[in-house]
């Protein structure tokens, strides 16, 4: 913004999930970094993640009542109307009050009620759609402005520009060589065998785990340490060894993943869309389990790094030890493979999305005040 101007005042919607939550904050923290007098708010409820994931990255929340939108036929959905009318307004309160230039968000329970009380109010909106097979709320939205962008080309959404997610500055600023000692050492792995790193997202995956759990004999007969990322709430009891055996290291949940994705050498995981983001990001080849349920989305979200030669897919239903031993072995002993995938992975990768998104909201705030000034200049010379 230019300077003596007031500072750009942003409510993001994108709460309830990991998912949602944290491209939302990627883009804030893009756009504090681009204007540090930004004023932004960010809408969340009492359910999911938002209360806890929100407020420790500084952000003031701002709670409205949730409005989960039935995915098909049901007594719910007759509740539906009157629990999204409670929502906007609540919503439309919190827009006047924070006196807001502009909407963006990013799906999930909170993105509806901000997209239609934005509407009311003849302010723009963003949207950002992470997923391969956008929600309910922004594929509405999409309809009612021209600012939609997506994370992949073939995303279908009316208006919609692919730019890629918004990542943290650690995962796009990440030289995963130069960091690669000091994150081995943290975690207690040698330096000089390779790595699996293995993660079911935030919550952790049954079927990851309990496949890669089963290979531990045939992993360290292959020289192969792993990094065992296994969700909070799953139990996986470290393997007994040989103090000469490669390191299986297990660990419930990784607060800043860069470290993770520094030792690792190749990963093994869900397709969640910010997991094939960062991973591409950061030139981390993987094979990917996509999450059976909803359609099949999460296949959709490794496919153009699949494409790419970047990563592999396998069914959830297939991953078994037996699929370690047989193919994900060989593929970590190819250190040439693996170089290629790597460098595969790295090309399909859009790092710099953040920034790139701040900058279009700034024109978008921008623009509206140029607008509100000619009226109020035309107003004036009509009086």
Known sequence: MLAGEPAPRVVVA??????????????ADALSLLEPTAEITALGTVRGLDTTLIPARGYSLELIP???LPRKLSRDLLHTP??????????????????AEVVVGFGGYVAMPAYIAARQRGMPIVVHEANARPGVANRLAARMTTHVFTAAPR??????????????????????????????????LRLDEPVLMVTGGSQGAQAINAA????????????????????????????????????????????????????ADFAICRSGAMT???????GLPAAYVPLPLRGGEQRLNAEAVVAAGGAVIVD??????????????PLLADTERRAVMSAHALAAGAPDVGSLLARHVLTVVAERRAVALRRRARRQLGG
């Open 14 to 27: 994108g709460g309830h999930s990991a998912g949602h939550i944290e491209p939302t904050m990627n883009f």
């Open 66 to 68: 949730p409005v989960p």
């Open 82 to 99: 009157g629990r999204l009318r409670d929502s906007v307004r609540a919503t439309g309160a919190v827009l006047d009050r924070v006196r």
């Open 155 to 188: 995303v279908h959404l009316a208006h919609a520009s692919a730019i890629g997610i918004p990542l943290r500055p650690a995962i796009t600023r990440l030289d995963r060589a130069a960091l690669r000692e000091a994150a081995r050492q943290r975690f207690g």
């Open 212 to 263: 890669v759990a089963g290979a531990v004999t045939a992993l360290r007969a292959a020289g192969v340490q792993v990094l065992h990322i296994t969700g909070p709430q799953r139990i996986v009891e470290p393997p007994d060894g040989d103090p000469g055996d490669p390191p299986y290291v297990v660990v419930p949940y990784v607060d800043e993943m860069q470290y993770a994705y520094a030792a």
């Open 276 to 282: 094939c983001a960062e991973l591409a990001a950061v």
């Open 316 to 329: 959830d239903s297939d991953l078994n030890a037996g699929w370690i031993e047989t193919t994900l072995i």
